[in-house]
Each structure stands twice: as C-alpha cells, then as structure tokens.
C-alpha cells in the first residue's frame, strides 16, 4: 500500500505541476511567438522587446490566476496530510 500510495502521489504531483505552469508558460510561448513575428516583419532586432512584454504578461496572469493557483496547492496538500494515517495505520 505505501509503495502504490507513493507512486500515486508523485504521479498527482506532477500532473499539478503541468496544470500549475500551463498558463504562464503557454502565455509566455504565445507572446514570444507573436513578438517574434513582429520583429522578422520590421527587422527590429532588440533583446528588451521580446522579455518585457513576456514577464508583464507572465505576471500578469499569475497574478489574475494567483487564487486558483493557491487553492490547487492547498487542495493538494490537505489531501497529502489527511492521508498521513492511513499509511503510518498500514
């Protein structure tokens, strides 16, 4: 039972991560994209253009996100702990 409990709880640990990091990776990706894209078409070459815009964006959505990103975690954890006695009893 611990071995099964421990291999469940990484496997639900990771799959938090991926859903936890999707939006503000997936945001960073889109406004890189587009970014990228408006500078091969105007030939601006500058490093600042492409970070700025990503962080304020990637902030942004954490910050908008931050309340279910939270309740994620705390779901998660309260379930980690509830299961304390079930495997210290096994």
């Avoid at 970070?51 to 994620?72: D, E, T």
């Amino acid at each position: 039972m611990e071995v099964q409990f421990v291999l469940q709880l990484c496997r639900e640990a990771l799959l938090l991560i991926l859903i936890l990091s999707g939006p503000p990776i997936l945001t960073s990706l889109v406004v890189g994209l587009l970014i990228s894209v408006f500078q091969a078409t105007t030939q601006i070459q500058e490093q600042t253009l492409s970070f700025v815009p990503k962080i304020l964006l990637v902030f942004g959505i954490l910050g908008l996100m931050g309340p279910w990103l939270i309740s994620q975690i705390v779901l998660f954890t309260t379930r980690i702990y509830s299961a304390i006695p079930q495997v210290i009893g096994s």
